[in-house]
């Protein structure tokens, strides 16, 4: 029988409370795909902090030794984390403090805002933890992806530092929403409205050192961006604008252009007329008006970028990508959604009416959600979602059979508890035991792994390697030059014009007029043939073609195959 209340424990022992909060940040970094290194854009990100620490690491590679690096601050993060240890296990650790550091900002603002907060916190924990098992991404951001990335990093500072910001941490806010900026400019811009408007709601200025202490280290950051940038810039010789329709139109439409899809677009407004909704019981003092006008900033502000994405689209503008604040909107929505119905459970005495019609729209609305946009995915996972609730129903009858003489606010935190454990076993079990991969040593397809251990052992460390658009993590998993792919993430006019050029290059297209997307290309480098090949040797330097086996339709005749497996070749241009 559980004879001690825990949440009175846990206030009263900090190394309880740390743990609970290192519990639950481990719980959300398994709660996708578990523990993965060198997954997705870590092999490009990770470029930069590794020729920082080698001065010859990945010869001859463009990329790596010739593009401005926008994501410096996270290089030389990188650079450290080298230093320290293995990337495989300083990374991870790194990722686990700032997901602790996102945990206790979580915390934080349900204490701030909720009556029954560690009730709250939980809930939303295992919410936070539920929705992962389909996606990562929260108001199409990555939070829980379980490996170091520039933008989970920011996105998890930010929501502390909006945290701190609330309980008038000024200087310790002011400092991480500094280095959210420093590791992700982006973040910065999409921000800045929210934070004028608290600034403004909070009155900041009539104390001058609160003011002092919160706005140098933003402003700092401000000006290392701006500066880098700046200088950057001053290298750059290219047309501003007909690059940035390059980035925006080729370098990645999916994430800058087309970025909120409807699926996207019904999922972001759901939740945020679900909070607004929620909000209406909400008293109008100071605490709770703070809470209105940072949630309606950073709604307006992801409003405005996805209008103007869609129905303007001017490329300068598009590329800042106002919503990267939005998952902050989402977060503050699920508070008070559970905060409200956390209270009319506790209190049911104090429900009215008008509590009653709205409880039934968010109910109504929320049953949309889940069955819409939550288990109309594929049967494996619908299986996985079938399996928790019963698992976690079980849990919580356990609990409260077991703690009869134990307080209602005890057994609902226990009981919640427990579905969380039951949940992350089901996912745990449908993914297969294996919760850490490490990619660089075991890829996806291993056709591919195999191809670039054989590149890696049997090619001239200076060699330069023409390959697929489509193959941007050869370059480090592979350890070989590549002449381009569509990865890159070039911001600079010149840079981007040179990336531009190399992809038609590659796939026999011409620049003018612009602008090609990316399946001309993909189709223009499946037709490569030995002309082109030689023409490209000349241009770069590549000795070597890699192709897609089922795919390539070029005539390849002239060239010597000295590898190939079930869906790649390798082909060595005389």
């Not at 459970?345 to 049953?367: A, E, S, Y």
């Not at 030059?481 to 014009?497: G, M, N, Q, R, T």
Request: proline share 5%.
């Amino acid at each position: 029988m559980l004879k001690k209340d825990p949440v009175r424990y846990l206030q009263e022992s900090s190394w309880a409370f740390w743990l609970m909060i290192a519990g639950a940040s481990l719980f959300l970094m398994l709660s996708k795909e578990g523990i993965t290194y060198l997954n997705e854009n870590q092999a490009v990100y990770f470029l930069y902090g590794l020729r920082l620490s080698d001065p010859h690491f990945i010869p001859n590679d463009w990329f790596t030794w010739h593009v401005f690096q926008h994501h410096f601050a996270f290089g030389y993060l990188l650079r450290f984390l080298n230093l320290l240890g293995p990337l495989q296990i300083t990374t991870f650790i790194a990722d686990f403090i700032v997901f602790m550091g996102m945990v206790y900002g979580l915390f934080i603002l349900s204490r701030r805002f909720c009556e029954y907060s560690y009730l709250v916190f939980v809930c939303l924990v295992t919410w936070l933890g539920v929705i992962t098992l389909h996606e990562t991404e929260l108001g199409k951001e990555n939070l829980f992806i379980g490996f170091l990335h520039p933008v989970e990093m920011s996105g998890c500072l930010m929501i502390l530092g909006f945290a701190l910001l609330f309980e008038r941490r000024f200087l310790f806010s002011g400092i991480i929403l500094g280095l959210a900026g420093l590791l992700h400019g982006a973040i910065l811009v999409s921000i800045a409205p929210a934070l004028i408007a608290m600034c403004v709601i909070m009155k900041i200025w009539e104390n001058k050192r609160d003011f002092l202490q919160f706005i140098l280290p933003v402003g700092i950051s401000w000006g290392i961006q701006a500066l880098v940038l700046k200088i950057a810039m001053s290298h750059s010789n290219a047309p501003f604008e007909e690059s940035m329709s390059i980035l925006v139109n080729v370098r990645d439409p999916l994430l800058i252009a087309s970025n909120w899809t409807y699926f996207w677009t019904v999922n972001w407004f759901l939740w945020i007329l679900l909070g607004s909704m929620a909000m209406l019981n909400l008293p109008w003092d100071q605490k709770y008006n703070e809470w209105r006008v940072c949630f309606f900033a950073i709604i307006l502000t992801s409003v405005v970028g996805m209008l103007q994405t869609i129905y303007i689209n001017i490329p300068s503008v598009t590329i800042m990508m106002l919503w990267r604040s939005s998952p902050l909107a989402i977060i503050l929505s699920v508070l008070i959604i559970l905060n409200q119905c956390i209270n009319w459970v506790m209190n049911p005495q104090n429900m009215k009416r008008k509590d009653m019609v709205l409880m039934i729209l968010m109910g109504i609305m929320g049953l949309i959600f889940i069955t819409h946009f939550r288990w109309g995915v594929t049967q494996p996972k619908r299986f996985v979602w079938i399996m928790s609730i019963p698992l976690a129903a079980l849990g919580g009858w356990i609990v409260f059979q077991i703690s009869k003489n134990v307080s209602l606010r005890t057994k609902c935190v226990v009981a919640i508890i427990l579905s969380m454990m039951a949940i992350d076993v089901v996912r745990i079990t449908y993914h297969g035991i294996k919760i850490s991969r490490n990619y660089e040593t075991d890829p996806d397809p291993p056709s591919i792994g195999a191809m670039e251990r054989w590149v890696r052992k049997n090619t001239p460390e200076n060699a330069i390697f023409i390959v697929y658009p489509e193959m941007c993590y050869m370059r480090y998993r592979a350890r070989r030059a590549i002449v381009v792919d569509f990865k890159p993430p070039c911001y600079i006019p010149s840079d981007l014009k040179e990336w531009y050029l190399r992809l038609c290059n590659e796939a026999g297209l011409s620049t003018k007029p612009m602008i090609h997307g990316e399946d001309p290309i993909i189709e223009g480098y499946d037709k490569i043939d030995l002309r082109r090949a030689e023409y490209l040797k000349r241009l770069y330097g590549a000795s070597y073609l890699v192709v897609l086996r089922k795919e390539h339709k070029g005539n390849l005749t002239g060239l010597i195959e000295r590898y190939a497996n079930e869906d790649y070749r390798v082909l060595e241009i005389p």
